[in-house]
């Protein structure tokens, strides 16, 4: 069941993504993150380095 992203929620999703993927080492790793902007939950799952982070 995809949802869709307001694009706040998107840039805020891939800059976490792309700052733990730095520091992760074991996957998969799954968070809920609110949006700085308009504060919805942004669920992030990452099940490997390939993995570009989605949001379902
Ligand atoms: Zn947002």
Request: hydrophobic letters at 30%; proline letters at 9%.
């Amino acid at each position: 069941m995809a949802e869709t992203l307001e694009a706040c929620c998107r840039r805020a999703r891939d800059t976490y993504v792309e700052r733990i993927s730095k520091v992760i080492t074991s996957y998969p790793v799954i968070k809920s993150i609110p949006c700085p902007k308009c504060r919805q939950i942004i669920q992030i799952r990452m099940y490997g380095p390939e993995s570009p982070g989605e949001a379902t």
